[in-house]
């Protein structure tokens, strides 16, 4: 069972959860009449903050928080990001495929309802970091306007129920450098066979612990360290090598991997 979580103090939350309730068939379970269940997806609400939860309300396999992004530029922009405080070093767990399965879900839902917003992965930030199952947030940003626009709304919810009941295969993958939008480790998570699930940023203080840390907190495994090459310190790059050497992990450049027309960097 897979758990959709929003706070009901969160503009964007309460919106997708409206658009969840009206597009899908999510039926109240009467032991417990704040959850709905759709399939084997569960849904309900919480007074709390999404980045405060220490433990799900639920019994789950994997939890998706419906949330609201905040940014100063207030650019209207659908993103997908795993949580982690990595100043820290306290990652919750991810889960590329429910990454990836999002994300390429906003964009098809971002054409479909013509909506002038981009779509992109972020960088791991913030919490909750301490649940024992998989955690991914999908969002509406980045200011009040977007947060109540039931268009984006609606993106969001079928992006979320999309991952939560046909999480794509993929070749599991940590992406390291770059900006906090990621633009690179986007086009990878979207032009290729690759999932993206933690990223590392180039402003973030990379070792080999948080790294590795990386690595043990993603649902099963990684086959790759996606690196965005340019967007990278020289130390970085050789943090990445020396893991990735002593664990026997690929490290590639987004540009192999990408298509020609993207392979750039």
Known sequence: ???????????????????????????????????????????????SEAVQVLAPSLAADEVIFASRHTSESGRPTLTVHVPGELEKMELAEASPPTVKTALKALVGMRDELRLAYDVSLEATHHGPTRLDVPVTFVEIGSSPEQWRDEKAGEAVARAIMAAATSPVKCRHAI??????????????????????????????????????????????????????????????????????????IRAV???????????LN
Request: hydrophobic share 40%.
């Open 1 to 47: 069972m897979r758990l959709i979580l929003a706070s009901t103090g969160d503009p964007a939350g309460k919106n997708i959860v409206a658009r969840l309730l009206e597009l899908y068939d999510f039926e109240p379970m009467a032991e417990q009449s704040n959850v709905r269940v759709c399939k084997d997806v569960l849904l309900t609400t919480m007074a």
């Open 175 to 248: 992406g390291l450098g770059g900006p906090h939008y990621a633009p690179r480790h986007t086009d990878v998570s979207l032009s290729t066979d690759v999932g993206v699930g933690h990223i590392l940023p180039k402003y973030a203080s990379i070792d080999e612990t948080l790294l590795e840390r990386a690595i043990v907190r993603t649902r099963g495994g990684i086959e790759l360290l996606v690196l965005d090459w340019k967007g990278m310190s020289s130390e970085q790059r050789q943090i990445s090598k020396r893991v990735a050497d002593r664990l026997g």
């Open 253 to 263: 450049r987004t540009r192999e991997i990408l298509p020609p027309s993207k392979g």
